[in-house]
């Protein structure tokens, strides 16, 4: 498989930390969206839409797009370890949590957002940082309240082991802590959970915040 992504990418990094749960290896294709990669028309015929991550199979075929999706692919097809549990309630309590940072969080944030809000709009740098800032925390904060005091909340998001909740949280943590700075001292149950998931090599490897250090 082939992997078009970007190392700072949010979505990108959903997509790895699921691969690496897997054990699936990939060829990674960096595409850097902050010097405009995505719109080369090389790209433009993996993904249209000219965002990141896509996901080209072995098999062949038109490529995978959309974090979410390419990541219920793989848990159809690569089962094990699983990352949604096995009651029809608690699947549909982990995607909710997912989607609250990958559908309702990091849209406001992405690239293509700056980017109108700053050259449309002339917004100035300063407002742009608190709208960053803003709807990332409130992303946060919505998964706290699913979170903090509910029974299924484990030391993961559901339960003790790892669900694509887990995975978009993380993500959503990075960019409040290390995009933005945000103050996450309201989402305690949250970070905790961040803390829980950082324990472990397939969300740590791929961080942005690790991989960052290693950046010239």
């Not at 790209?43 to 080209?56: I, K, M």
């Not at 940072?101 to 109108?116: E, F, N, S, T, W």
């Not at 700053?118 to 925390?137: G, M, P, Q, S, V």
Request: glycine share 6%; hydrophobic share 40%.
């Amino acid at each position: 498989m082939k992997l078009y992504g970007f190392w700072r990418s949010l979505a990108t990094y959903r997509v790895k930390v699921a691969l690496a749960l897997k054990g699936l290896q990939v060829e990674d294709v960096s595409i850097d969206i902050l010097k405009g990669q995505q719109h080369a028309p090389d790209y433009r015929d993996v993904n249209p839409q000219a965002v990141v991550p896509a996901l080209v199979l072995d098999d062949g075929g038109p490529p995978l797009f959309q974090s979410l999706a390419i990541l219920e692919y793989l848990e159809e097809t690569h089962p094990r370890p699983p990352l949604l549990p096995k009651d029809p309630r608690g699947r549909a309590r982990v995607r909710g949590l997912a989607l609250i940072a990958a559908a309702d969080g990091h849209p406001l944030v992405v690239p293509r957002i700056r980017a109108y809000l700053e050259k449309e709009l002339k917004i100035d740098e300063e407002k742009r940082n608190r709208w960053l800032a803003h709807w990332t925390l409130k992303a946060l904060e919505a998964i706290e309240s699913h979170l903090k005091g509910e029974k299924d909340t484990g030391r993961f998001c559901h339960g003790d082991s790892v669900t694509l909740a887990d995975i978009c949280l993380a993500g959503q943590v990075v960019a409040a802590i290390a995009y933005f700075k945000c103050d996450t001292s309201g989402v305690p149950t949250a970070m905790r959970i961040y803390g829980e998931c950082m324990k472990l090599d397939a969300f740590s490897r791929a961080n942005p915040m690790n991989v960052m250090k290693n950046q010239p």
